[in-house]
């Protein structure tokens, strides 16, 4: 890939779910002149809300005086998105237990997924990389996608 470009950007957000939302739009913004291809992009996004409402919900346990911080980096044609947060910590192991499914055949397939507890398998389906580690106070959730750049 001939494509080398390169992005750095941190933030700290509100512990709440209009955090995941609001990360999205902000990684979407920035990456609106660098050719990046709206089918990654559309994964990215879906796979940062899935991660920041985790942490909300399972870290923080909804406590919106809380903050997390969001970090993101691009070089050449590699995103690396860290989500920091001080919250509980993932239960140990559940992130290499978490596999993904086959596709549905089928449309009552489909329906018949449940909506809820799948934020790890999405954020697993959706980028290249995704790893936990707890820190002495942190849990550090790093994921990576390859960018795909559109011609211009």
Known sequence: ?????????????KGDFDAGPLAAELLRSAFKQMSVSSSALIEVEIAVVEAVNNVVEHAYGSDATKTLHLG????MDTLVIRITD????????????????????????????????RG??????????????????????????CLRRTEP
Do not use: W
């Open 120 to 145: 790890l398998e999405v954020m697993k389906q959706t980028m290249n990389e995704v790893s936990y580690r707890r820190s002495e106070t942190a849990n550090v959730l790093t994921m990576t996608k």
């Open 72 to 75: 993101a980096a691009i070089l």
């Open 86 to 117: 001080e919250g509980r910590a993932m239960p140990e192991g559940l992130l290499e237990r978490v596999r993904l499914p086959a596709a549905p055949s089928n449309d009552i397939e489909l329906h018949a997924l449940a909506e809820r507890g």
């Open 1 to 13: 890939m001939d494509c080398i470009f390169s992005l750095s950007i941190s933030v700290s957000l």
